[in-house]
């Protein structure tokens, strides 16, 4: 006579790993129900706004079967050649990429004017810190979303990120597979860790046997 109860399942590691680092954002940042500003939860997806697309240009589904306009960027790097790099493949990307800055201080005036979607800021940006300007675009900026490029990813950095209402944080070296994706997850009101920084993460706050040993028992 067979019993009538199935034997637990092992969750697979990818699935636990990201489990995990979600709930290390949620509980560790202090971010646990409302944003910086007050005003939404942390996943709740936000409508986008709506204007004229532009002749010939590509747009992205915002649902199956449904069309939007291109996510409205604006985009600051200090380095000519990166700012360059990052600006074309964007735009090969979909994105209706509407200013690009080379200090913080101009990304600031540029965001208040255009008041796009997202903005996307390199972390070594010149002129006031990158937090700083997050901050000051945040404030100025209620429907923008700010994504923060950096060159490598520490625990410390992470958090102090996202405190600062930054939804999403890329690592240059994973820009290429990650940043389109988390243009698209931030502007729904997401939040979005590169590879890179969620593999910091998971080391930062499992120990290495669990690392060793993933399954559950």
Known sequence: MQSGHEPAKTLPRATWITAMVAGILVTAAGIADWSPLGRRRIFSIRRSR????SAGRAVAPAQEGMWSVPIRIVLGEGNPAGLQHLRAF???????VLGTASDSNELVDLAVSLQPAV??????????????AARQ????????????????????QILAAFRA?????????DTTPD??????????????????ASR????????????????FP
């Open 200 to 215: 910091t993460l998971t080391e930062a706050y499992l120990p290495h046997s669990a690392m060793a040993h993933p399954e």
């Open 119 to 132: 903005v996307i800021l390199d972390r070594a940006l010149p002129r006031a810190g990158a937090l700083k």
């Open 179 to 196: 940043l389109a994706r988390a243009i698209r997850d931030v502007s729904r009101g997401r939040l979005f860790l590169s590879s890179g």
């Open 50 to 53: 709506t204007r004229p697309a």
């Open 137 to 156: 675009i945040l404030n100025l900026c209620r429907e923008t979303h700010v994504i923060l490029l950096t060159p490598h990813a520490a625990e410390r």
């Open 90 to 96: 964007l735009e090969r990307e979909g994105f209706d």
């Open 165 to 173: 209402g930054v939804r999403g944080y890329v690592e240059k070296a």
